[in-house]
């Protein structure tokens, strides 16, 4: 199938966003609503994960089977380009109106690229506020220790339940505000490259990936495990952060070195640590590397409750020092802090410093 956006050239930007956003308490029952005012809940396939498909997967699937629609449901562990595969062709061969991406980060982004593949729409349901993929266009598929951002398409709906949220690990939430406020040094990395490469730069997607860091940090001391409204701030600071990817068109305002030094940790580390995490103690180091103040985002995760060293998230120091050496070459063609790469003594000196690793 031809993708229309290709044929954006500089004099004209395609931007997709959600038609409907449904953020608050028990809008998990809207689903029904949603799937017909939009006409697309007759044949429905739904990718969840082993856990999320016990949180909410089967309570929606009963919800659209009492709707009068078919809803078939995948369970699926890894965001790979098999998975994808297979995905499509189920959803394809069910010929399936619309997908319906529920739970984790890994289960969204699936949803999203194989109903692109079927050219049919999808809604993102989220079970936590883990990350910052909720609303994008982006989907992160993982290879051969490979990390790849795909254009993919915009969720046509975007239901998430605070209240469903709010009960999830309280560990997933504090990760998705560490991927929000890793936005600093993306969005640092994103104007460095501008100015040394030329790199297309969007001044008001930049503005919102920093708003919504600025949204956590100034909310930080109101994060708290089981709260609602924590919940709700979290996921409207995701929404703002997805969209400024959306605005992009590439997932650059929300993914600079910390996001790669977290691609490598995922390569390396004997057992990763979440997504946001990574991403918000890689955010602590490059932010050093800038000159900025990395005391102000490690100091907003310590307020969360969110991990600032690599003990806390059951990493070894050799394997930050290693993940530090190896990011620049995760996404080679993006420019950032990094350059071409660190020196030991250099990736040693800035975990110690940042206290990421014990000196
Ligand atoms: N497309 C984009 O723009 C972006 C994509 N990403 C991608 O998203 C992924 C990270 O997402 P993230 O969600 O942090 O991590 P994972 O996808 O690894 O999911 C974390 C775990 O949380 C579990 N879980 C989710 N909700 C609940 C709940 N309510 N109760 C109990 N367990 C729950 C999941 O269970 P289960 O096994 O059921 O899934 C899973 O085991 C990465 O692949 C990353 O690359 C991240 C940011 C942006
Ligand atoms: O995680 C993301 C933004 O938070 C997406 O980034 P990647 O392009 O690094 O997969
Ligand atoms: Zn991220």
């Known amino acids: 199938m031809h993708d229309w956006r290709e044929d954006e050239t500089a004099a004209m930007k395609w931007m997709e966003f959600p038609r409907e956003v449904l953020i608050g308490k028990n809008v998990l029952n809207k ?8 006409k697309i809940g007759k044949k429905v396939f739904l990718v969840t994960g082993k856990n999320t498909v016990d949180v909410a997967g089967r309570q929606i699937q009963e919800m659209i089977e009492e709707n009068g629609g078919v809803c078939e449901i995948c369970v699926s562990e890894k965001a790979s380009p098999e998975e994808v595969q ?38 993102s349901i989220p ?29 046509i709906a975007v239901i998430a339940d605070t209240e469903m949220i709010s009960r999830a690990p309280f560990r997933l939430l504090a990760a998705g505000c560490g991927d929000v406020i890793s936005n600093y040094t993306s ?63 590439s997932s650059r305002p929300a993914s600079g070195a910390e ?36 005391e102000k985002i490690r100091n907003a995760l310590l307020q969360i409750g969110a991990p600032t060293t690599a003990k806390e998230m059951g990493i070894d120091d050799e394997e930050i020092i290693e993940a530090l050496l190896r990011a620049h070459t ?22 110690a410093v940042t206290k990421v690793i014990t000196e």
Request: overall charge negative; charged content about 20%; aromatic content about 6%.
């Open 259 to 294: 996001h790669m030094f977290s691609h490598a940790l995922d390569r390396i580390a004997k057992k990763p640590a979440l997504h946001g995490e990574q991403c918000a103690v890689g955010s602590i180091m490059m932010m050093y590397l800038h000159g900025g103040d990395w």
């Open 187 to 249: 969005v640092l990395d994103w104007e460095l490259a501008s100015r040394h490469q030329n790199e297309p730069f969007s001044r008001s997607s930049a503005m919102m990936a920093y708003m919504s860091a600025d949204m956590i940090t100034n909310s930080a001391d109101l994060i708290r495990p089981g709260l609602e409204s924590s919940a709700r701030i979290a996921v409207k600071s995701l929404v703002l952060s997805g969209t400024a990817m959306s605005v992009a068109g």
């Open 86 to 123: 297979k995905i499509t062709e189920a959803g394809a061969a069910l010929e399936a109106d619309s997908f319906l991406g529920i739970g984790s980060g890994r289960s969204i982004d699936l949803a999203k690229l194989s109903s692109k593949n079927c050219d049919v729409p999808f809604i």
């Open 127 to 155: 079970t936590a506020a883990s990350h910052d993929g909720i609303v994008s266009s982006r989907a992160s598929i993982h290879s051969d220790g490979k990390s790849e951002s795909f254009e993919a398409q915009a969720p």
């Open 31 to 38: 689903v029904p609503d949603v799937l017909n005012k939009l």
């Open 330 to 351: 995760i996404r080679p063609e993006r420019y950032t802090i990094l350059g071409s790469g660190l020196t030991p003594s250099a990736a040693e000196k800035i975990a």
